[in-house]
């Protein structure tokens, strides 16, 4: 049986600061701004890991809420 792992998640939503709070008390994430989008973005940092898997992005209520994984 393959292990797959999801390498990169996006967490797109009109309320990125309220995001982030929630994942940093359910899972312990960190987050970094990433300030070379022309949208809000940050980059999560899970706990042990040294480099982002994920991140989230403020949509500004200009895009649907998402969520996309890549394995």
């Not at 996006?10 to 309320?15: L, M, P, R, S, V």
């Not at 990433?34 to 992005?57: A, H, K, Q, R, V």
């Amino acid at each position: 049986m393959n292990n797959n792992n999801v390498n990169w998640f996006e967490i797109g939503t009109d309320h990125p600061k309220e995001t982030m709070d929630f994942y940093s008390k359910i899972f312990g994430w960190k987050f970094v701004e990433y300030t070379d989008m022309e949208n809000e973005y940050y980059n999560i940092i899970e706990p042990g890991n040294e480099y982002p898997t994920g991140g989230i992005l403020g949509t500004a209520g200009k895009l649907p809420s998402i969520q996309f994984f890549t394995l």
